[in-house]
């Protein structure tokens, strides 16, 4: 889908054939940080759709934040999370699964962190 036709990381296939896109993002706090790889992933998976050795894509993010005056940096993030899932649903509509996989919350005193992955599957897988 770009110029260069690369990805952060590409899993392939024993046989030698492309697998999964994957994508590789530092500190996501909203959504807008992901979109474009969400909307390219989408793209690389259902291009020339029956010739494609793509079974599926992803992008994997990590995200620390503090408490605030209103929540704590776990609430903070469980929100982050849910957002950026129902977020992604609704760019990709009906052309792809989505679901958001991520780590155990980690808390510190006042601060939060987690990585995440949010993996996209066609619809016929």
């Not at 790889?37 to 029956?50: N, S």
Request: with cysteine; aromatic share 8%; proline share 2%.
């Amino acid at each position: 889908m770009r110029a260069n036709g690369r990805f952060d990381i590409l899993l392939w296939w024993s046989n030698g054939t492309p697998r999964a896109p994957i994508e590789v993002k530092c500190q996501v706090l909203k959504f807008e940080r992901i979109w474009a790889d969400i909307e390219r992933i989408c793209g690389v998976i259902h291009r020339k759709k029956a010739d494609s050795t793509i079974g599926f894509g992803a992008v994997v993010f990590y995200s620390s934040c503090i408490d605030d005056r209103t929540f704590s940096a776990k609430e903070r993030l469980q929100k982050l999370f849910e957002n950026i899932l129902r977020d992604a649903k609704e760019v990709v509509g009906n052309s792809c699964h989505v679901a958001l996989q991520s780590t155990r919350i980690h808390v510190s005193a006042e601060s939060a962190w987690a990585a995440a992955a949010v993996v996209l599957r066609p619809k016929n897988i």
